[in-house]
């Protein structure tokens, strides 16, 4: 399916669909647009390449979530209101900031895999030496190039991978957590969790739930993280029910 360009050339993305869009879907930290076709199709929706991401060039600046949601908003003006945001991890982090921001225009939203809150237990900690580099930076006693060594070394796969101002949005974002934003989003919220997503695990989404006014919350068996790509009927299924709540 061919790119769209969207705001004046600085994203990119796919679009479903001859009719203004319903559906606007933000994917993944290190994904793309292609991971909501199955999805999306025979919908009037857009899936969008986040900043940085497939087509659409990096921010110019770094910062978080916010950030994202200031980028994608005027999207949201070319589509027929009020829309479904869906959202995936990453993705569903920046729609939380818009779905607060933008409460006219966002009917509805299906969230999946997304870390909206801190774990309740810590999944490991970081590697001694690394502990030491971080307190020895804080200090004054290193400097950032000896810091940025150690994140090469014991940081996560998608800090690796990333460089330049994503390195430094990597580590912004996953350091958020949106409790205000949970509570103040108003529009009913499907959350589709995989039980074996070790990234943002299921106690996540049952916190979340309890934070919003109006959620529903289904957990898949035998799914992980990745629920566009291997459970997309069931995240089909959320945004019907949403689209059909709005008809």
């Not at 307190?135 to 004054?140: A, D, E, Y």
């Not at 990597?170 to 009913?188: D, H, K, M």
């Amino acid at each position: 399916m061919a790119l769209t360009s969207f705001v004046d050339g600085s994203l990119f993305g796919t679009r479903f669909g001859d009719d203004p869009p319903r559906v606007v879907a933000l994917h993944g930290w290190g994904r793309d647009h292609r991971d909501f076709d199955r999805c999306l199709a025979g919908l009037n929706a857009v899936s969008i390449d986040l900043p940085g991401f497939g087509a659409s060039p990096a921010p110019p600046q770094p910062g978080g979530a916010a950030l994202y949601a200031d980028l994608i908003s005027p999207i949201l003006d070319s589509c027929e209101p009020p829309v479904v945001l869906v959202g995936h991890s990453f993705g569903g982090r920046v729609a939380v900031h818009l779905a607060e921001r933008r409460p006219a225009a966002v009917g509805g939203l299906v969230l999946t895999g997304v870390p909206l809150l801190h774990r309740a237990h810590r999944k490991g900690k970081p590697a001694l030496r690394f502990q030491l580099g971080r307190t020895l930076h804080r200090w004054g006693l290193v400097g950032d190039s000896y810091l940025e060594g150690l994140r090469d070394k014991y940081g996560s796969s998608d800090y690796r991978a990333a460089s330049g101002v994503m390195r430094d949005i990597l580590v912004t974002v996953v350091n958020e957590s949106y409790e205000q934003q949970l509570r103040a989003i108003s529009a009913p919220v499907d959350l589709v969790w995989g039980d074996d997503d070790d990234a943002a695990p299921p106690e996540i989404a049952a916190r979340a739930e309890a934070l919003l006014t109006d959620a529903r919350l289904t957990i898949l068996g035998g799914v992980d993280h990745f629920v566009p790509s291997t459970a997309p009927t069931a995240l089909r299924e959320a945004i019907d029910r949403r689209l059909d709540a709005l008809a």
